[in-house]
Structures are given as structure tokens and as C-alpha cells.
Nanobody, 126 residues
Framework: QVQLVESGGGWVRPGDSLRVSCAAS????????VAWFRQAPGKEREFVGA????????YVADFVKGRFTISKDSAGNTVVLQMNSLRPDDTGAYYC???????????????????WGQGTQVTVSS
């Protein structure tokens, strides 16, 4: 059974940085695509970005490009979402998701992911 656990959320001020992680148990991430989604109160869940573990190819959504990066920590079997220059509209619950069969053109489609974490809250406020 694959389980994903997010960590590292919290409260920060606008302009600050925050690093959230997604750890897997029951599997290694080898062969998986791992994505980050977020959901703000009253809004739909949106795709933030993803990484293909094998090869390390990444993609982040335009609205976070230049501020957020996704990387992998092979030793820790962890995917990291580094968030810089945070803004109040970055506030929300951040979820990681993983799938071993998803193709790149479907990375932003939440329904294509088999495994989800429970989320970690990120609040950006002064």
C-alpha cells in the first residue's frame, strides 16, 4: 500500500519562503510522477507542478513559475516543493499525488493520480 505524507506547511509572511515535502512509504518513487496540487478555501483544486522521478523532468504552472521549484531527494525518497516569494494568494492546502502510469500531457489532471497525501496547510499572511 502506497502512502504519501506531506510535511513542512505553516504560517509565513508575504515574501517569505517555505519548503514542503512529500514522503512515500510502501514504495520508492522510482518510476512515479509526483505532483503538487493546492486548494484554497472556496476554490477548486489546482495543479502546481510535477516531477518525473526517473530523469528528474519537472514542470510548474505559469502562476508559480520563477517562484516555486520541485526537486527530488533520492536518499530520502522525498519530493520537495520549494516556495519562494510567497503571496497571500498562495494560501491553501497543499497536496502531493503520485502515479506510475501517468503521461506528461496529463500531469495536471488530478483524476489521473492513484495516490494522494492528506495535505499540509500553507498560510501566507501579514
Amino acid at each position: 500500500q502506497v502512502q504519501l505524507v506531506e510535511s513542512g506547511g505553516g504560517w509565513v509572511r508575504p515574501g517569505d519562503s517555505l519548503r514542503v515535502s512529500c514522503a512515500a512509504s510502501g514504495t520508492t518513487f522510482r518510476g512515479y510522477t509526483v505532483a503538487w496540487f493546492r486548494q484554497a478555501p472556496g476554490k477548486e483544486r489546482e495543479f502546481v507542478g510535477a516531477i518525473k522521478w526517473n530523469g528528474g523532468s519537472t514542470y510548474v504552472a505559469d502562476f508559480v513559475k520563477g517562484r516555486f521549484t520541485i526537486s527530488k531527494d533520492s536518499a530520502g525518497n522525498t519530493v520537495v516543493l520549494q516556495m519562494n516569494s510567497l503571496r497571500p494568494d498562495d494560501t491553501g492546502a497543499y497536496y502531493c499525488a503520485a502515479d506510475s502510469r501517468i503521461i506528461r500531457s496529463s500531469w495536471s489532471n488530478a483524476e489521473q493520480y492513484d495516490y494522494w497525501g492528506q495535505g499540509t496547510q500553507v498560510t501566507v499572511s501579514s
